[in-house]
T-cell receptor, first 112, second 117 residues
Framework: QKEVEQDPGPLSVPEGAIVSLNCTYS??????FMWYRQYSRKGPELLMY????GNKEDGRFTAQVDKSSKYISLFIRDSQPSDSATYLC????????????FGKGTKLSVKP | GAVVSQHPSRVICKSGTSVKIECRSL??????MFWYRQFPKQSLMLMAT?????????EQGVEKDKFLINHASLTLSTLTVTSAHPEDSSFYIC?????????????FGEGSRLTVL
């Protein structure tokens, strides 16, 4: 079993829809959880950052971490065509940032 | 947010040649930078940790003699793919750490697509 599992999609939704993106993981020691957005042929950019369990909201984006289920989610409300990108979850233990483990990414397409 | 510039964005080379990719933090100093490789539809895989003024730390399975990393200043790290072969064709991405190791934020470059003929 891989450390981080993420459905690669692709996921296609109409503009305005609520999008739910998810990752599961196997290492219960992960403490830091992140979501990155990566446009085609570009580097990832950090969207959301959560420490331990709980919810975090930033504008149209909400990140949830359920450590008991080893499950994290990213919700996008009122999705826009500009949200079309690949979304990567990432997580790590405490300590070095170099130990960041990425999911494969889910490719999202928001149709106008 | 902070800016990390990566150059070149795309390079095509012949098998057996060497290619150098630069990663620059434009508006902050980065003691630590990271190099990743990303194959199509795969996740980013850490290749090495680049530390300013010292030798890079390579992940298991990454050949340090093939992927030379130099971090000569607080704003520049370079990755040189030596004697490149078609199987080295990939998307290489760097990131620079702004702030302390545990709590700082990573900023990623835009990536460099290497095609080896």
């Amino acid at each position: 079993q891989k450390e981080v599992e993420q459905d690669p999609g692709p996921l296609s939704v109409p503009e305005g829809a609520i999008v739910s993106l998810n990752c599961t993981y196997s290492n219960s020691a992960f403490q830091y959880f992140m979501w990155y957005r990566q446009y085609s042929r570009k580097g990832p950019e950090l969207l959301m950052y959560t420490y331990s369990s709980g919810n975090k909201e930033d504008g149209r984006f909400t990140a949830q971490v359920d450590k008991s289920s080893k499950y994290i989610s990213l919700f996008i409300r009122d999705s826009q065509p500009s949200d079309s990108a690949t979304y990567l979850c990432a997580m790590r233990l405490g300590g070095s940032q170099g130990n960041l483990i990425f999911g494969k990414g889910t490719k999202l397409s928001v149709k106008p | 947010g902070a800016v990390v510039s990566q150059h070149p964005s795309r390079v095509i080379c012949k098998s057996g040649t060497s290619v150098k990719i630069e990663c620059r933090s434009l508006d902050f100093q980065a003691t630590t930078m990271f190099w990743y490789r990303q194959f199509p539809k795969q996740s980013l895989m850490l290749m090495a940790t680049s530390n300013e003024g010292s030798k890079a730390t390579y992940e298991q399975g990454v050949e340090k003699d093939k992927f030379l990393i130099n971090h000569a200043s607080l704003t520049l790290s370079t990755l040189t793919v030596t004697s490149a072969h078609p199987e080295d064709s990939s998307f290489y991405i760097c990131s620079a750490l702004k702030g302390p190791m545990n709590t700082g934020e990573l900023f990623f470059g835009e990536g460099s697509r290497l095609t080896v003929l």
